[in-house]
T-cell receptor, first 112, second 112 residues
Framework: DAMVIQNPRYQVTQFGKPVTLSCSQTLNHNVMYWYQQKSSQAPKLLFH???????NEADTPDNFQSRRPNTSFCFLDIRSPGLGDAAMYLCATRQGGKTEAFFGQGTRLTVV | AQSVTQLGSHVSVSEGALVLLRCNYS??????LFWYVQYPNQGLQLLLKYTSAATLVKGINGFEAEFKKSETSFHLTKPSAHMSDAAEYFCAVSVKNNDMRFGAGTRLTVKP
């Protein structure tokens, strides 16, 4: 049973055209993360929510924004995708700081 | 801020040989440490975690890791490699502020 679901698995978008990636969870976890992972690199934390508190990493570009309308859903908005934004985007959830994070299958974004 | 360093971006072993993947951490407070595995075009799956209980932690698929505070290490081992162990492995660290940061990853190759 999928617990962290990312849609779509593969997304192709045009250069400069806004795109939204979605993540939902059935775990009722209070923390949700968005990571960017480029080929053969480690996942890079973009931002995370602790409940409704939004925490943006200092080096996350302004082009990336996020919304969390409720506990179950979290969205990643890329306002004007560039070629350098092509990557795998991973969503994860966690209950508090002591436990492990649960990851979705990821969305692979291609920018053409 | 906390961080982890994985020594060796690529490790190659023969099937049946010992697997040793190295991870050293840096944290000013007691950390929580994790090992994840990632198969191509998939999300991350938890192998094991250290959360200040037993220093020797056993995980799935025959993997284990030992937390050594004196060496600031959390190396991952498996006595006998299997072909299905070929994947990318990530060490991660978390402290009380809820973020989770990953090492650069180690790609494990298993030769027949």
């Amino acid at each position: 049973d999928a617990m962290v679901i990312q849609n779509p698995r593969y997304q192709v978008t045009q250069f400069g055209k806004p795109v939204t990636l979605s993540c939902s969870q059935t775990l009722n976890h209070n923390v949700m993360y968005w990571y960017q992972q480029k080929s053969s690199q480690a996942p890079k934390l973009l931002f995370h929510y602790y409940d409704k508190d939004f925490n943006n990493e200092a080096d996350t570009p302004d082009n990336f924004q996020s919304r969390r309308p409720n506990t179950s859903f979290c969205f990643l908005d890329i306002r004007s995708p560039g070629l350098g934004d092509a990557a795998m985007y991973l969503c994860a959830t966690r209950q508090g700081g002591k436990t492990e994070a649960f990851f979705g299958q990821g969305t692979r974004l291609t920018v053409v | 801020a906390q961080s982890v360093t994985q020594l060796g971006s690529h490790v190659s072993v023969s099937e049946g040989a010992l697997v040793l993947l190295r991870c050293n951490y840096s944290s000013s407070v007691p950390p929580y440490l994790f090992w994840y595995v990632q198969y191509p075009n998939q999300g991350l799956q938890l192998l094991l975690k250290y959360t200040s209980a037993a220093t020797l932690v056993k995980g799935i698929n025959g993997f284990e890791a030992e937390f050594k505070k004196s060496e600031t290490s959390f190396h991952l081992t498996k006595p006998s490699a299997h072909m299905s162990d070929a994947a990318e492995y990530f060490c991660a660290v978390s402290v009380k502020n809820n973020d989770m940061r990953f090492g650069a990853g180690t790609r494990l190759t298993v030769k027949p």
